[in-house]
Nanobody
């Protein structure tokens, strides 16, 4: 199983970006999916998460600005980021929790994507 994140880049304050993360492999189901971010020298923090049923949770710092969604048929999670601020600058990582593979149905594993850089600057 691999997670491929995309959509990062440079954006001005107040701008928008949309991140995508697609999980590939022989996947039969995924429980939760989420986005985390990390600034150099700081701990990785949860930005937003979404369950397989669509329940969402957000860090207080992004509530009202970011929206997480997922397409279960495509094993893909998205993060729409609006009204971006310089303090949103970080490497963003996606995560898939409780991944069940067709070949190993007795296992549920967690996977991380490779990270995509978001820079908010004028």
């Amino acid at each position: 199983v691999q997670l491929q994140a995309s959509g990062g880049g440079l954006v001005q304050p107040g701008g928008s970006l949309r991140l995508s993360c697609a999980a590939s492999g022989s996947i039969s189901s995924i429980n939760g999916m989420g986005w985390y971010r990390q600034v150099l020298g700081k701990q990785r923090e949860l930005v937003a998460s979404i369950t397989s049923g669509g329940s969402t949770d957000y860090a207080d710092s992004v509530k009202g600005r970011f929206t997480i969604s997922r397409d279960n048929a495509k094993n893909t999670v998205y993060l729409q980021m609006n009204s971006l601020k310089p303090e949103d600058t970080a490497v963003y990582y996606c995560k898939a929790d409780g991944v069940r593979e067709v070949s190993r149905p007795w296992l549920r594993l967690n996977y991380w994507g490779q990270g995509t850089l978001v820079t908010v600057s004028s």
